[in-house]
């Protein structure tokens, strides 16, 4: 029986043999997106909370699609630690999201920053948890420390790559 892609998920029970990376760079895009349109949220705080919300949903999509039992507990935690512990975004997405509590410039730069900011984190997280689930890891065998470093470095090209789709959408 031949699994379909669906546009807005992949099939509950699709196995990583029939999965393609065309289809992961597909999920992890529209999670982008999202991260990017809540980043837009005028209210600080929430958005940084959507954002992370979002992240755990596509850690959880990926999981299912690798078989991984899923634990939001411990993704919670690896996240917070990965991102945490990358300079860019620690510094980024509190201090974009907070940025909107000034008084009319401070929404202004909230809304260019932190759509930027949520869309390269979580297309970092994406592709850091890609990465160790087709080489068969699990959350008990996630290494934060030796991820950091992928995490920024695809935190680069996401800001990047939102840069590009903040200006296709413009």
């Not at 507990?73 to 917070?80: M, W």
């Amino acid at each position: 029986m031949e699994e379909i892609i669906q546009e807005n998920d992949i099939q509950e029970e699709t196995s990583s043999n029939e999965v393609t990376r065309e289809d992961i760079d597909r999920l992890i895009r529209r999670h982008v997106y999202s991260s990017m349109a809540v980043g837009l949220i005028p209210i600080p705080v929430v958005d940084f909370l959507a954002v992370s919300g979002i992240q755990l949903n596509l850690v959880r999509k990926l999981s299912k699609i690798y078989n991984i039992p899923f634990s939001k507990e411990s993704t919670k935690n690896i996240i917070i630690s990965l991102v945490g512990g990358s300079i860019p975004a620690v510094t980024g997405q509190p201090v974009a999201s907070s940025i909107k509590f000034i008084p009319i410039i401070g929404q202004s730069l909230g809304a260019v920053s932190m759509p930027l900011i949520a869309g390269a984190s979580t297309f970092a997280v994406g592709k850091v948890f890609y990465r160790h689930f087709a080489a068969g890891g699990t959350f008990l065998t996630f290494d934060v420390e030796k991820a950091k470093a992928y995490y920024d470095e695809m935190f680069q090209k996401g800001k990047a790559l939102t840069t590009k789709m903040q200006v296709k959408t413009a």
